[in-house]
């Protein structure tokens, strides 16, 4: 997930030495979403979280871990559209580093 300055303007990133915030993350899921076809999804912040911080093992490495949870209505013949609307979730990991290079 590139979120560096320059990534979305196709030009070649900006050295850095600060993480992304989690808004400038939120505002890269929303754009893969939109580009897997689930645009018209409405995924509020609360449903997109962002942990700068997490570490799987007490005293490892620090990553960052996004979670996402997308509404989703089951598709279905009209006798059974009792279904209810699902929550898919996915997750990602990334050791948290940052580039001066």
Do not use: H
């Not at 979120?3 to 979305?8: E, N, R, S, Y």
């Not at 893969?32 to 995924?43: C, E, H, P, R």
Request: proline fraction near 9%.
């Amino acid at each position: 997930l590139s979120v560096l300055p320059a990534a979305a303007t196709g030009s070649p990133p900006v050295p850095s030495d600060t993480l992304a915030t989690p808004a400038q993350v939120r505002t890269r899921v929303r754009s893969f979403l939109d580009a897997s076809g689930l645009n018209g999804a409405v995924v509020p912040d609360s449903d997109i979280l962002v942990d700068q911080a997490y570490t799987p093992v007490a005293g490892s490495t620090i990553y960052s871990r996004v979670t996402v949870r997308v509404p989703y209505q089951v598709l279905s013949i009209s006798m059974f559209n009792v279904l209810p609307q699902l929550k898919l979730q996915g997750q990602a990991m990334m050791r948290n580093e940052t580039n001066l290079q």
